[in-house]
């Protein structure tokens, strides 16, 4: 059990309530960044297989038929497909990793605030500050 405490900002008297650190947006921002960045990596990466499938079938096609259906720019592009996927599945790995930090960091530096005036003001009721405060905010009332 929780010992109970008083706030020194407005004398409310119960469980101070645990506040998250940082910013909200940026930990949401940190997350669905990378979930993007995966996602445009996989699009790459299926544009490179799909190139690569084309420059196979030239080459069955040509071995088949004599004729082979050039597609001279292909190969330059499917390498710079391959890099674009490759730099993207980095870059969201990395961000994932900031974004689990910044989520453990938000929690761990979290402060107990009052419930009522959501400052970080609460001290123990039963040291002697809190019994002065106590006492001092009941001769106000
Ligand atoms: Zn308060």
Redesign the pocket.
Known sequence: MEERQI?T????IGYGIKKRAGITILEIVLWVTPIILFFFGISASNNADNLANEGMQNIYNWLATGIYNSSSSSDSLLVSYRQEARFLTITGIVLLVIALIYSIWRTVAGKLV??????S??IPLDSPMGEKLHQEFNDKK
């Open positions: 706030c900002n407005c004398g409310h009052c419930p009522e005036c959501k400052k003001s609460m």
